[in-house]
């Protein structure tokens, strides 16, 4: 059954009344800064309010309103690279802390939660990785292998996952992972740190951020925050042009929710080994129905023009696997940001003591996001952290050279747009309810022409990192 489009928004969006604090004033001063509202920036300021600091978080949009408002929501230690990879890049101990480091994380999301009475549905449940067609089981029992060195010694083999009507043959299950409503979890974070004594301005638009021994964040149309340190938790750096930059890609990835009927599918998460991969879980929906949230078709962002064609196929992947399935309900797509050498990068901005960083999410921002918290958090506080050293953002990981030299090969392609004309010549040739890229003299605009023939234009640079954007 071919289904309908779906809302074009997160399922997540805008289910919680989350607190905000009142505009900020001359002279604003406070021990820690933090830019961004999402799942990394709330959980540090949370930690960091309970052991008595002042905190100030800074956000342009609403609390979970990035990324973190756009997740599916999986909470896992199975790691998207996989452990084989993670040892090749990291080595045993490197790759060993990473799955300790997410592990670790779950559980302190499940302790939050229980610690502040949040409901945010909460639920341990089990993981199953599948082989997609034509893969070979020599990649799933090398990954048990790894898996049992490294000390994750409940990791087993299965005869197939538990999806009613499919085999999928050999899958290892990753016992006792989790998921939860990131909003919701977000709102009672949000509720925990004023309580605490922090400060949450959301609709705030952060202009420059300055480092040094007395840091300071310069808010648009606004004060400037003194702080003791400043933490940037926006999904990519906003302080710095350079130095991460050429470290991580951001790709795109797509979401869509499929009703079935309550209970038809075991609640678990379920992910492929393809590339890209499939990762899908359940979603309580209503009294009779869940939603089973199904994501996939990643790519290079701004590199591919066909979003409902990839809609249309993880719809047609979906009803493969999965039986009786209902109407597609909602519909989305997300920005993450894939490093090099497959982990985030938590700690000190490059060269920077008082500036702090998290980004490169690979697909799991939730427990990088908790990560983030609990790394920095000790970071702030001079204590001793062993996860430090595998997060830092100046290491430099030598067996990811090749990635990071075709990465940033792919980038320079880019631009190449500076030199080349417009799509079209004028705004006569733009159709109403579309946009294209038009050559001004050395400028480059984009131009998008309203149903009511009205143009609207910005420049076609991107921001990220000044290539022209399609």
């Given at each position: 059954m071919k289904s309908d489009a779906g809302k074009t928004d997160s399922i997540w969006t805008a289910t919680a009344d989350i607190p905000t604090g009142a505009p900020l004033t001359d002279g604003t001063t406070t021990n820690v800064c933090i830019v961004g509202a999402g799942i990394a920036g709330m959980t540090t300021a949370y930690l960091?309010?309970?052991?008595?600091?002042?905190?100030?978080?800074?956000?342009?949009?609403?609390?979970?309103?990035?990324?973190?408002?756009?997740?599916?929501?999986?909470?896992?230690?199975?790691?998207?690279?996989g452990f084989v990879k993670l040892e090749h890049l990291?080595?045993?101990?490197?790759?060993?802390?990473?799955?300790?480091?997410?592990?670790?994380?779950?559980?302190?999301i499940e302790r939050i939660v229980a610690d502040e009475n949040i409901d945010c549905e909460f639920s341990r449940v089990d993981g199953y990785l599948f082989l997609g067609?034509?893969?070979?089981?020599?990649?799933?029992?090398?990954?048990?292998?790894?898996?049992?060195?490294?000390?994750?010694?409940?990791?087993?083999?299965?005869?197939?996952a538990p999806i009613p009507g499919c085999n999928t043959g050999p899958t290892l299950l990753f016992p006792n992972q989790a998921q939860f409503h990131p909003v919701k979890y977000?709102?009672?974070?949000?509720?925990?740190?004023?309580?605490?004594?922090?400060?949450?301005?959301?609709?705030?638009?952060?202009?420059?951020?300055?480092?040094?021994?007395?840091?300071?964040?310069?808010?648009?149309?606004?004060?400037?925050?003194?702080?003791?340190?400043?933490?940037?938790?926006?999904?990519?750096?906003?302080?710095?042009?350079?130095?991460?930059?050429?470290?991580?890609?951001?790709?795109?990835?797509?979401?869509?929710?499929?009703?079935?009927?309550r209970g038809s599918i075991p609640k678990a998460l379920y992910w492929d080994t393809l590339h890209p991969y499939h990762y899908v879980r359940m979603q309580p929906f209503s009294e009779r129905e869940d939603l089973l949230l199904i994501g996939g078709e990643d790519h290079k962002t701004g590199q591919a023009h066909d979003t409902d064609a990839r809609f249309d196929r993880l719809e047609g992947w979906a009803r493969q696997m999965?039986?009786?399935?209902?109407?597609i309900e909602f519909r989305w797509s997300g920005q993450i940001m894939e490093p090099v050498d497959g982990l985030a990068f938590i700690g000190h901005n490059p060269g920077e003591e008082t500036i702090y960083i998290v980004t490169g999410d690979s697909g799991h921002g939730m427990t990088h996001g908790t990560i983030a918290g609990m790394l920095i958090s000790d970071l702030i506080q001079e204590r001793d952290n062993e996860w430090k050293k595998?997060?830092?953002?100046?290491?430099?990981?030598?067996?990811?050279?090749?990635?990071?030299?075709?990465?940033?090969?792919?980038?320079?392609?880019?631009?190449?747009?500076?030199?080349?004309?417009?799509?079209?010549?004028?705004?006569?040739?733009?159709?109403?309810?579309?946009?294209?890229?038009?050559?001004?003299?050395?400028?480059?605009?984009?131009?998008?022409?309203?149903?009511?023939?009205?143009?609207?234009?910005?420049?076609?640079?991107?921001?990220?990192?000044?290539?022209?954007?399609?």
């Open positions: 960091l309010a309970r052991e008595g600091l002042s905190v100030i978080v800074l956000d342009d949009g609403v609390v979970a309103g990035g990324e973190t408002g756009r997740t599916t929501a999986h909470l896992s230690y199975a790691l998207d690279d990291h080595g045993f101990r490197g790759a060993k802390l990473a799955a300790e480091s997410h592990k670790a994380a779950v559980d302190q067609a034509g893969q070979a089981l020599d990649d799933l029992e090398s990954e048990l292998e790894t898996a049992h060195r490294l000390g994750l010694t409940e990791v087993r083999m299965v005869d197939t977000l709102d009672g974070l949000a509720r925990a740190i004023e309580r605490d004594g922090g400060r949450i301005h959301t609709r705030t638009h952060v202009v420059s951020i300055r480092g040094g021994e007395r840091p300071s964040v310069k808010v648009e149309a606004g004060p400037t925050v003194s702080a003791k340190n400043v933490v940037v938790a926006t999904n990519t750096p906003i302080n710095d042009w350079v130095k991460i930059h050429t470290k991580q890609a951001p790709y795109r990835t797509y979401v869509i929710g499929i009703l079935v009927e999965f039986r009786n399935l209902g109407v595998i997060y830092d953002p100046s290491r430099k990981t030598l067996k990811s050279v090749g990635e990071f030299a075709r990465e940033n090969l792919n980038v320079a392609a880019q631009y190449v747009d500076y030199v080349t004309g417009g799509e079209v010549k004028d705004e006569n040739q733009i159709e109403r309810g579309s946009g294209s890229i038009i050559r001004r003299g050395l400028e480059k605009i984009a131009v998008y022409k309203d149903d009511t023939g009205e143009c609207h234009e910005l420049s076609a640079i991107c921001p990220h990192l000044g290539c022209i954007v399609d």
